[in-house]
């Protein structure tokens, strides 16, 4: 199986920034030995110079792959009936957090904000966590704003010290009912 990777290693490094990132791989486990699955993808996606969220990032229908709300506002329209179930169910309290994790082109986040309600959107405060800068001007772009704070490390922090820790959130197993 060790061979298979390396094949592909070998056959991607043909390109340019693949080659580079090969390299940077084999030094960094020469010099320190093994890493795991989260530091080799963490170095594939977002290493400054080779990564693809750093780099290149190319979403959509021509892109290198696509998403759900890419091809259709329907998930963000679904998701903004829910977000105002629960706004209502709250007693429509006077200010709400919304924190979209790798929110993409930020099409998604422009479908649920397009779908709500005038009054729920004027107590909104939007929380896109995003890691790649390329990311950030896109979504800049699809939401229509002059300047975008994305938040990319640590936490999010509402009111009543309610305290939203990503990397704790992201170790955590997740259950839906019986599942």
């Not at 993808?41 to 969220?53: E, F, I, K, R, S």
């Amino acid at each position: 199986q060790r061979g298979s990777v390396r094949s592909l290693m070998r056959r991607l490094s043909s390109v340019p920034r693949s080659q580079g990132l090969l390299t940077y791989l084999e030094d960094r486990v020469s010099s320190t030995g093994p890493i795991n699955l989260a530091a080799y993808m963490d170095a594939c996606l977002t290493h400054p110079q080779y990564g693809y969220y750093t780099t290149k990032a190319d979403i959509g229908a021509f892109g290198d792959f696509t998403t759900g709300p890419e091809a259709t506002p329907m998930f963000g329209t679904l998701l903004s009936k829910w977000c105002q179930w629960v706004y209502e169910g709250l007693g429509e309290p006077g200010k709400v957090n919304l924190v979209e994790l790798g929110p993409g082109t930020g099409v998604n986040a422009k479908s649920i904000l397009g779908a709500l309600p005038d009054d729920m959107k004027r107590n909104l405060s939007l929380h896109l966590v995003e890691i790649s800068p390329i990311m950030r001007r896109t979504q800049q772009d699809s939401l229509g704003v002059s300047s975008l704070s994305s938040v990319t490390d640590g936490g999010v922090t509402g009111e009543q010290n309610a305290e939203f820790k990503l990397p704790e959130f992201l170790r955590q197993p997740f259950q839906c009912g019986d599942v």
